[in-house]
């Protein structure tokens, strides 16, 4: 039986890289940018407009001029026009590029237009104001978004106005996740009185969802040589399988058996962690099998602990530890790393987690009460004191 750390470590020697491929960028919010992406002009592209008003040349006003002609609007959208007499203005709207010989905006607001004559009533206008100078964002050529970064709604908005139409992003892996046991039934089904509706599976589907994984699902009885036949073929087929159940040590557990019969080099059964001990974790040349206990909870925490940074680590991005400090104090007895689930609330920047007792690793309905885990050490001590800092891995916003 290893550690925590080592299962981590091994799981993260064996990562996979899937390739690029290139999607409509509507489609890469959720998955990982594999180009840089670079301003092809200045942002903004041109003296821009951030007020409607009129625009002026400032030294008139330092002169003491307040009625300003106006020789006529510059819209948005519109060619830049240029003002004839310095001593004139334009109106211009939002947006609009600054009109040539201009310099300063004033909002109309601060502003009387009698037909064809604006007059400025402040007595104070600053050179330069209300104007978006071109290249103060960024300049042409600067990286605007990095390679390995995660697409979000803000990123989609850049690749639009950088006119990519399609974008580099991380493949995905092909995944089958696979739920064993004679005891399982369809969501759809009535369960008899010795049945359960299968869970885990769907658990599975909904996590990957989370990572923009699209997986595929399977069940298979508790009958060797069809384990085995299904198992072999999945071998050929999938980048990442993902077992729930048979990994234990049960009469009918027979995938460590199976997955040894196959040829799947075995790099780990067992870790000192609860819940999750019985995880077996395995890979061929074109394969890796994360084989997770058949309890839900043990199913969920290891997705989160092992999964999740695997796949990151496979596409390119760098997760960060977040850390919640308990409310209370903690007793937990066996010489295990423990997963607890917790209620996460934040107060003036710190994260405090509150356990939340459940009933065992079975007990699925428990983690609807809380919104992620608490990672306690292995360690000989019996107490964990309130005020203390841990890792903490998350499944909802709190």
């Given at each position: 039986?290893?550690t925590?750390?080592?299962?981590?470590?091994?799981?993260?020697?064996?990562?996979?890289d899937?390739?690029?491929?290139?999607?409509?960028?509507?489609q890469?919010?959720?998955?990982?940018?594999?180009?840089?992406?670079?301003?092809?002009?200045?942002?903004?592209?041109f003296?821009?407009?951030?007020?409607?008003?009129?625009?002026?040349?400032?030294?008139?006003?330092?002169?003491?001029?307040?009625?300003?002609?106006?020789?006529?609007?510059?819209?948005?959208?519109?060619?830049?026009?240029?003002?004839?007499?310095?001593?004139?203005?334009?109106?211009?709207?939002?947006?609009?590029?600054?009109?040539?010989?201009?310099?300063?905006?004033?909002?109309?607001?601060?502003?009387?237009?009698?037909?064809?004559?604006?007059?400025?009533?402040?007595?104070?206008?600053?050179?330069?104001?209300?104007?978006?100078?071109?290249?103060?964002?960024?300049?042409?050529?600067?990286?605007?978004?990095?390679?390995?970064?995660?697409?979000?709604?803000?990123?989609?908005?850049?690749?639009?106005?950088?006119?990519?139409?399609?974008?580099?992003?991380?493949?995905?892996?092909?995944?089958?996740?696979?739920?064993?046991?004679?005891?399982?039934?369809?969501?759809?089904?009535?369960?008899?009185d010795?049945?359960?509706r299968r869970?885990?599976v769907?658990?599975?589907?909904?996590?990957?969802?989370?990572?923009?994984?699209?997986?595929?699902t399977?069940?298979?009885?508790?009958?060797?040589?069809?384990?085995?036949?299904?198992?072999?073929?999945?071998?050929?087929?999938?980048?990442?399988?993902l077992?729930?159940?048979?990994?234990?040590?049960?009469?009918?557990d027979?995938?460590p058996?199976?997955?040894?019969?196959?040829?799947?080099q075995?790099?780990?059964?067992?870790?000192?962690?609860?819940?999750?001990?019985?995880?077996?974790?395995?890979?061929?040349?074109?394969?890796?099998?994360?084989?997770?206990?058949?309890?839900?909870?043990?199913?969920?925490?290891?997705?989160?602990?092992?999964?999740?940074?695997?796949?990151?680590?496979?596409?390119?991005?760098?997760?960060?530890?977040?850390?919640?400090?308990?409310?209370?104090?903690?007793?937990?007895?066996?010489?295990?790393?423990?997963?607890?689930?917790?209620?996460?609330?934040s107060?003036?920047?710190?994260?405090?987690?509150?356990?939340?007792?459940?009933n065992?690793?079975?007990?699925?309905?428990?983690?609807?009460e809380?919104?992620?885990?608490?990672?306690?050490?292995k360690?000989?001590?019996?107490?964990?004191?309130?005020?203390?800092?841990?890792?903490?891995?998350?499944?909802?916003?709190?």
């Amino acid at each position: 039986m290893i550690t925590v750390e080592e299962a981590k470590h091994i799981i993260l020697e064996n990562t996979q890289d899937f390739g690029i491929e290139e999607i409509p960028f509507l489609q890469a919010v959720g998955r990982v940018l594999k180009e840089d992406i670079v301003a092809d002009r200045d942002f903004p592209p041109f003296n821009r407009v951030a007020m409607d008003g009129i625009a002026i040349n400032h030294r008139f006003f330092e002169h003491g001029v307040r009625d300003f002609k106006t020789e006529g609007i510059q819209a948005a959208g519109s060619p830049q026009q240029t003002l004839d007499n310095a001593a004139n203005c334009y109106e211009v709207m939002t947006g609009a590029v600054l009109p040539n010989n201009t310099d300063t905006v004033i909002r109309y607001e601060d502003v009387e237009i009698n037909t064809l004559v604006a007059t400025i009533t402040i007595d104070e206008i600053k050179e330069g104001q209300n104007i978006h100078t071109q290249g103060s964002d960024k300049s042409e050529g600067t990286i605007l978004i990095k390679k390995n970064t995660i697409i979000s709604a803000a990123e989609i908005g850049v690749l639009a106005t950088v006119g990519k139409a399609t974008v580099k992003v991380a493949k995905q892996p092909k995944v089958m996740i696979v739920s064993t046991g004679d005891e399982l039934v369809d969501v759809n089904e009535n369960p008899l009185d010795h049945q359960i509706r299968r869970s885990n599976v769907y658990t599975l589907v909904s996590l990957l969802n989370d990572l923009k994984i699209p997986a595929e699902t399977a069940h298979i009885t508790d009958e060797k040589q069809i384990l085995k036949e299904k198992i072999e073929s999945y071998l050929k087929q999938y980048d990442v399988l993902l077992f729930s159940g048979a990994v234990s040590k049960g009469k009918f557990d027979f995938l460590p058996e199976v997955l040894d019969e196959l040829g799947v080099q075995k790099l780990f059964h067992r870790i000192s962690q609860r819940p999750g001990k019985p995880f077996w974790f395995g890979t061929t040349d074109n394969c890796n099998v994360f084989a997770f206990p058949g309890n839900p909870v043990s199913t969920f925490v290891n997705c989160l602990v092992y999964f999740y940074p695997w796949h990151y680590k496979s596409v390119g991005v760098s997760s960060e530890e977040k850390t919640a400090i308990l409310v209370k104090d903690l007793t937990f007895k066996p010489n295990l790393s423990c997963f607890l689930q917790v209620k996460l609330t934040s107060e003036k920047g710190q994260v405090y987690a509150t356990p939340i007792q459940g009933n065992g690793s079975g007990d699925l309905a428990s983690l609807v009460e809380a919104d992620g885990f608490i990672e306690l050490p292995k360690t000989e001590e019996v107490v964990f004191k309130k005020g203390s800092v841990f890792p903490i891995l998350t499944y909802r916003g709190f």
